[in-house]
Structures are given as structure tokens and as C-alpha cells.
Nanobody, 125 residues
């Protein structure tokens, strides 16, 4: 069974940076997608960035040019580098995975079946 554990959240001022990590264990996938989602109180969970085993990536329009998703296969760890953070990006950030590939790694949470517990990101104005 896949376990995903996020870390790296915290509090930063607007314009600051954070790097989130997602350590995966029990991982036997050859073909997969992994993604970062976020959910603010009272809002729906939204996809931020996704990556597949071929290195294809997808980004939400709101984070393009500021966020970078990557994976260290040797460490089985997914990362999300977040720069120029904005106050409205305050949310719980979740890592997700699925042992399937698509034309492009999806940002739809319904396409993922393994989830971490989340890490809180707070951006102050």
C-alpha cells in the first residue's frame, strides 16, 4: 500500500518561497502520475501541479512560472517549489498519486487514489 507523507509547509510573507516534499513508500509503480493539490477552508480542492513517470508536467494557470514540480526517483520523493507566494494561496497542500498515465498528468482530484495527510501553507500579506 502506498503511503505519502508531506512536509515543508510553514508561514511565509507574500512574495516568499517554500519547497514542499512528499515522501512515498510502498511504491511499486512503473507508470504513474503524482500531483499537488491545495484546499483552503470553505473551498474545493484544486490541482496545482502534476507529473508523470515520463516527466510530463501540468500546471494550474495561476501558478505557471512560479511553481515547479519535480521528483527524485532515487529518494521516491515529489517536490513542489513555490516562489512569489500570494496570500490567497494559503491552504492545506496535499500530495496524491495514481498508478496510471494519461495524455497529460491530470489536475482532477478524482483521478487520484492515494493521498497524503497534507501540510499547511500560510502566506501573510
Amino acid at each position: 500500500q502506498v503511503q505519502l507523507v508531506e512536509s515543508g509547509g510553514g508561514s511565509v510573507p507574500a512574495g516568499g518561497s517554500l519547497r514542499l516534499s512528499c515522501a512515498a513508500s510502498g511504491w511499486t509503480f512503473t507508470n504513474y502520475c503524482m500531483a499537488w493539490f491545495r484546499q483552503a477552508p470553505g473551498k474545493e480542492r484544486e490541482g496545482v501541479a502534476a507529473l508523470d513517470n515520463d516527466g510530463n508536467s501540468t500546471y494550474a494557470d495561476s501558478v505557471k512560472g512560479r511553481f515547479t514540480i519535480s521528483k527524485d526517483n532515487a529518494k521516491n520523493t515529489l517536490y513542489l517549489q513555490m516562489n512569489s507566494l500570494k496570500p490567497d494561496e494559503t491552504a492545506m497542500y496535499y500530495c496524491a498519486a495514481v498508478n496510471m498515465v494519461y495524455n497529460f498528468p491530470p489536475l482532477d482530484p478524482n483521478q487520484y487514489n492515494s493521498w497524503g495527510q497534507g501540510t499547511q501553507v500560510t502566506v501573510s500579506s
